[in-house]
């Protein structure tokens, strides 16, 4: 199992939505800055969002267990093997992120149980 990293690329904020339906003073996300990286293989990293988790988890999964030499979808999303653009799923303020596959390998820390 590799290790997959994850680039922060862009917070956003759909200004028309948010004016409708979010909280007074909402932002872009609070919790991710662009340009923050992350490595991941089967376990969220610290500090990055449980939401934003959720809705990347599959993609890094598949990344992590050798899909960096496909590319997904038959080739129609992205055209280059081994990453993915992803999104989490806050419709008001999603985060952008890149998830890329690397050589690195992924370590496995966990305590036995006796």
């Not at 969220?44 to 599959?58: L, S, T, V």
């Given at each position: 199992?590799?290790?997959?990293?994850?680039?922060?690329?862009?917070?956003?904020?759909?200004?028309?939505?948010?004016?409708?339906?979010?909280?007074?003073?909402?932002?872009?996300?609070?919790?991710m800055?662009?340009?923050?990286?992350?490595?991941?293989?089967y376990?969220?990293?610290?500090?990055?969002?449980?939401?934003?988790?959720?809705?990347?988890?599959?993609?890094?999964?598949?990344?992590?267990?050798?899909?960096?030499?496909?590319?997904?979808?038959y080739?129609?999303?992205?055209?280059?093997?081994?990453?993915?653009?992803?999104?989490?799923?806050?419709?008001?303020?999603?985060?952008?992120?890149?998830?890329?596959?690397?050589?690195?390998?992924?370590?496995?820390?966990?305590?036995?149980?006796?």
């Amino acid at each position: 199992m590799k290790k997959v990293k994850i680039a922060i690329l862009q917070t956003t904020l759909n200004h028309e939505l948010a004016k409708e339906y979010g909280a007074e003073g909402l932002t872009a996300c609070p919790m991710m800055k662009e340009g923050q990286v992350f490595y991941a293989d089967y376990a969220k990293p610290n500090g990055f969002c449980d939401e934003a988790w959720k809705a990347i988890y599959q993609y890094v999964f598949a990344l992590a267990h050798g899909a960096e030499n496909n590319v997904f979808y038959y080739g129609d999303w992205i055209r280059k093997p081994g990453v993915a653009i992803c999104s989490c799923n806050d419709g008001l303020r999603p985060v952008i992120m890149k998830l890329e596959a690397t050589r690195e390998e992924a370590e496995i820390n966990y305590t036995p149980i006796k």
